[in-house]
């Protein structure tokens, strides 16, 4: 069977549409590298404007401190930090001892396990260094319940 010339047209007209749309959009993220201006103005508002902070990404030391916080794994400075980041962070992500917030005894508890379950060397005189290391700053949250409604004037929905 003959196909339609009208058929013959259309994908014809469908190609070029296709092309033209493809050109478009060459273009157009042409026009945003080659044309864009990103040294910002004081008036300018806008992320190109470099007043914000930003940490340093050129810095080759891993343990830099930036406002307390060690950049390369987001734990707090405070005595024994390095003990931690040695002990801890070779296994696991930092961001499991930030997440998890225990005292001393589920500390410890949790200390055990990991020598007993997931090869976790002796720490020796570490031990006691990252345990108050993390019971001071990663202590358990206190969140308990929301206060009772109190001096509410309650009223009536009408039908």
């Known amino acids: 069977m003959k196909e339609p010339t009208y058929w013959k047209r259309s994908r014809g007209a469908y190609r070029i549409l296709i092309i033209i749309s493809a050109l478009m959009v060459i273009i157009s993220v042409a026009a945003l ?6 040294t910002g103005t004081e008036e300018d508002n ?5 007043e914000y902070t930003t940490i340093p990404t050129t810095n080759d ?5 930036i406002d307390g916080i060690h950049v390369r794994t987001g734990l707090v400075e405070a005595e024994g930090l390095m003990a931690v980041v040695t002990n801890c962070t070779t296994c ?5 001892v930030i997440q998890n917030r225990m005292d001393r005894d589920r500390w410890i508890a949790t200390i055990r396990w990991m020598q007993k379950t997931q090869n ?8 006691a260094v990252i345990v108050n290391y993390l019971v001071t700053n990663y202590p358990p949250i206190n969140k308990g319940r929301r206060q009772a409604l109190s ?3 309650w009223y009536e929905l009408k039908e």
């Open 33 to 38: 590298f080659f044309f864009t201006d990103d």
């Open 46 to 50: 806008t992320p190109s404007n470099k």
């Open 61 to 65: 030391d891993p343990n830099t401190i």
């Open 92 to 96: 696991h992500s930092a961001q499991l």
């Open 120 to 127: 976790l060397w002796g720490l020796g005189d570490n031990e």
């Open 151 to 153: 001096q509410v004037e």
